[in-house]
């Protein structure tokens, strides 16, 4: 059996990424749409190696006889056209952050918490969660099971292309103006993001947090468990694709850094690289084009009482984004779409 998907938002970087995925993966699809705003209609995206797809009008398209919609066109757009497909009998994986925190709609990371998938039926939307939350809760996962996390510390290093296309365009210009003395532009981050680093994901919260930030915290307790406390520093760095992220964990039982990595080893979705020595672990210009999860420099923080550190790398546009809305739409066909039909 297979099924008619709809990817929303198809020309932007997730999108892209998700017509990719669906291909490589051979999602059983019987007919794929690609869509998106008015002014690239009538454009071609690939399928795959050899499938075109023109792009339609999300604002006109008919989404009765559709059965899942990858959506990642922005949230503003999702809060009008994912409803719409969902009341017309679609289910929508939203990518955007307009419904990660809205009670009735799940909140899924497939190697964390599949079992969420099951209330995709009271809105039938499923949400996507931020990319750095991602790969945070999957290394976090059998470590929770393991001691009982308390409290993380994170810092991020996060790629521009987090931000969509236009972002890594303004890398790329100012990384050459600079080296035949342009003046540098800034368009898309608030300070100059070649050579730099900007501690500055999202817009500013009244608490002195910007909301990336706040997005780590909130999500990370809907997902994995709502006693974890989550404080995070989201920086923006001058890498085209790939999120770094340096976490702290304290538990409430002793974990060693062997049974950490022996745990961690064991997790779907992750790939260890941890040798104490030059070149031993993993950089975001490894992982870009993968779809793991890599963790490394996995030791022990003797400052408190049961604290552990590591390290932990992904491509953002893949399992941070696409991979993971595939994922979902994968359970949902196996375990309950499959299972009505």
């Given at each position: 059996m297979g099924y008619r998907v709809a990817v929303i938002g198809a020309t932007g970087n997730v999108g892209g990424e998700l017509l990719n995925i669906l291909a490589e993966r051979s999602f059983p699809v019987d007919a794929v749409a690609a869509l998106a705003s008015e002014r690239s209609a009538g454009r071609e995206v690939s399928f795959g190696e050899d499938d075109v797809l023109k792009v339609q009008d999300l604002a006109t398209f008919d989404f009765r006889g559709w059965d899942i919609a990858l959506s990642s066109p922005g949230?503003?757009?999702?809060?009008?056209?994912?409803p719409r497909a969902a009341k017309a009998g679609c289910v929508v994986i939203d990518n955007t952050s307009q419904f990660r925190m809205d009670p009735d709609v799940p909140l899924v990371v497939p190697e964390v918490n599949p079992e969420a998938i099951a209330g995709h039926t009271k809105r039938n939307i499923i949400a996507n969660p931020n990319c750095s939350t991602i790969q945070m809760?999957?290394?976090?996962?059998p470590l929770h099971e393991l001691g009982r996390i308390r409290r993380a510390v994170v810092a991020t290093y996060q790629a521009v292309s987090g931000g969509g296309r236009a972002p890594m365009?303004?890398?790329?210009?100012?990384?050459?103006?600079i080296f035949v003395n342009d003046p540098i532009r800034k368009e898309q981050f608030t300070k100059q993001i070649a050579f730099n680093v900007i501690p500055h994901c999202d817009v500013f919260m009244d608490d002195g947090s910007t909301k990336e930030e706040w997005k780590m915290m909130a999500e990370t307790k809907k997902i994995l468990d709502p006693s974890i406390k989550v404080t995070a520093t989201c920086v923006r760095v001058p890498v085209f694709i790939g999120h770094s992220e340096a976490i702290n964990l304290e538990f409430e039982r002793p974990v060693s850094?062997?049974?950490?990595?022996?745990?961690l080893r064991k997790m779907p979705g992750i790939v260890v690289v941890d040798h104490r020595a030059d070149?031993?672990?993993?950089?975001?210009?490894?992982?870009?084009g993968e779809d793991a999860i890599y963790v490394s420099r996995i030791r022990e923080d003797h400052t408190v009482e049961n604290g552990l550190s590591l390290w932990v790398v992904a491509d953002n546009l893949r399992k941070g984004a696409a991979l993971n809305a595939?994922?979902?739409?994968?359970?949902?066909?196996?375990?309950?779409?499959?299972?009505?039909?």
């Open positions: 949230a503003k757009v999702s809060a009008v056209h994912a809760v999957v290394a976090m996962k365009d303004e890398l790329f210009n100012q990384t050459r103006g850094a062997e049974a950490a990595r022996a745990a070149e031993g672990y993993v950089t975001p210009g490894e992982a870009a595939v994922q979902i739409a994968e359970a949902l066909v196996r375990d309950y779409k499959a299972a009505a039909a």
